[in-house]
C-alpha cells in the first residue's frame, strides 16, 4: 500500500506524546482527529484515483481536512503552552 500523506504524525511529528494524550484525555479532540484521519484516507483515495470524485468534492474535502488541521493545531498549541 501507498504511503498517505498529510498524515497528524508528518504534520506535527514533535507533538506525537502531546496527540497522544489529548486522544486520551479529550474526547472531543479525538472525534477531531478521527475525522481527520478518515477524511485524509479519503482524499488520498480519490487523489489516486482508487476512488474518484467530482474536483468540487474533492476540493470540499481538502477545505474540511484544512479547517480540521487548524482546530487540532490550535489543540496541541493550548495544551503545549499549558503543560
Not at 15 to 22: E, G, R, S
Not at 52 to 64: N, Q
Amino acid at each position: 500500500m501507498t504511503h498517505t500523506p498529510h498524515e497528524l504524525s508528518e504534520a506535527f511529528p514533535q507533538d506525537a506524546a502531546t496527540i497522544h494524550a489529548l486522544k486520551a484525555q479529550d474526547a472531543h479532540f479525538a472525534r477531531m482527529a478521527d475525522e481527520y484521519h478518515r477524511l485524509n484516507r479519503i482524499i488520498h483515495r480519490a487523489e489516486t484515483d482508487i476512488e474518484p470524485v467530482a474536483d468540487f468534492t474533492l476540493e470540499d474535502m481538502k477545505k474540511e481536512r484544512l479547517r480540521l488541521l487548524d482546530a487540532i493545531g490550535s489543540q496541541i498549541r493550548s495544551a503545549t503552552a499549558a503543560g
